[in-house]
């Protein structure tokens, strides 16, 4: 990780740079704004105390980086105005080394932290983006959604979460210490509880009676009886998923939908294993025509 130190206090810029070396840092030292400007690093320790010199374009320009102000004093012009610009945070001159280090390892943490989240994100955006998905769905917690598809609750659950800025606990009922993480959940997180059919009679009594004290949705692929309030969500629009067991029409409709524009009706029928009379029968019961 390289270190750029701005800063017009020679003595103390290399005092501060040989302790960040001696902690495994590279560093790079200067004096002034319009230097620093050209660089790359990673971590920016910038000195709001230079005279005549205005901090401000370093910060827009490197805001993504970590910036972290060496102050002197507190104001508005020294600590506030950095901040809102994109400065992540300040220590106050004289400092312990440790301290800086800490504060470094902590943004460092949470870059890599956001970086991971985002990824995530966009792979469930892109995993669940064949979803459909009905703008008017509206529901509040706690809630049970009995449903044919699972991917279409997810993406529901994840649509809802990102709307009402609310942070998931998921916990799928498969793994054997579910209770344990419900109970060790976050009381202000949204917990997204799944698999309910993998449980015998008695443990889905027991599941109901520790969620009374609990926020969630639930959502199941079978009828589930409860107090809770329940909506179904359904829909036409299946996607196969290895995890799930279609029926056969489903799986036919599946395929006759995905691979009808790919193949010519004689290889399409042939790799399922039908004549085209009854393809063409199957397409008319599905309405999966093809579009001329």
């Known amino acids: 990780m390289k270190i750029i130190i701005v800063e017009n206090e020679l003595y103390l810029a290399q005092s501060i740079a040989a302790k960040l070396n001696e902690a495994g840092f590279e560093t790079e030292i200067f004096s002034s704004v319009k230097e620093a400007m050209n660089t790359n690093g990673d971590v920016y320790l910038l000195s709001t105390n230079l005279p005549g010199q205005n901090?401000?374009?370093?910060?827009?320009?490197?805001k993504d980086k970590i910036i972290i102000l060496m102050v002197s004093y507190i104001n508005n012009d020294t600590v506030s105005?950095?901040?809102?610009?994109?400065?992540?945070?300040?220590?106050?001159?004289?400092?312990?080394?440790?301290?800086?280090?800490r504060k470094i390892d902590h943004f460092q943490e949470y870059q890599q932290l956001k970086k991971?989240?985002?990824?995530?994100?966009?792979?469930?955006?892109?995993?669940l983006k064949e979803i459909t998905?009905?703008?008017?769905?509206?529901f509040t917690t706690p809630v049970v959604i009995e449903t044919n598809y699972q991917r279409l609750v997810d993406k529901v659950v994840f649509n809802h979460a990102k709307a009402k800025n609310k942070t998931l606990t998921f916990i799928p009922l498969s793994e054997k210490k579910w209770k344990e993480k419900i109970e060790s959940s976050?009381?202000?997180?949204?917990?997204?509880?799944t698999e309910v059919h993998t449980l015998k009679k008695a443990e889905k009594e027991q599941l109901l009676e520790i969620l009374n004290d609990y926020n969630f949705i639930l959502s199941c692929t079978s009828s589930f009886e409860s107090n809770f309030n329940t909506i179904t969500l359904n829909t036409d629009s299946?996607?196969?998923?290895?995890n799930e067991i279609l029926t056969i029409d489903d799986y036919v409709k599946f395929i006759v939908n995905s691979f009808?524009?790919?193949f010519p009706d004689?290889?399409?029928?042939?790799?399922?294993?039908i004549s085209r009379k009854s393809l063409w029968e199957k397409r008319k019961k599905y309405g999966l025509f093809k579009n001329k």
Do not use: C, H
């Open 116 to 127: 991971r989240i985002n990824l995530y994100e966009e792979y469930i955006d892109n995993f």
């Open 186 to 193: 976050d009381r202000k997180s949204l917990l997204y509880i």
């Open 133 to 138: 998905v009905d703008e008017d769905i509206e």
């Open 238 to 242: 299946k996607l196969y998923d290895q």
């Open 260 to 262: 009808q524009y790919k």
């Open 81 to 101: 105005e950095p901040l809102r610009l994109g400065a992540k945070d300040y220590i106050v001159k004289p400092f312990m080394i440790e301290e800086l280090v």
């Open 55 to 62: 901090t401000g374009p370093l910060i827009t320009k490197f």
């Open 266 to 273: 004689t290889e399409l029928s042939k790799k399922l294993g």
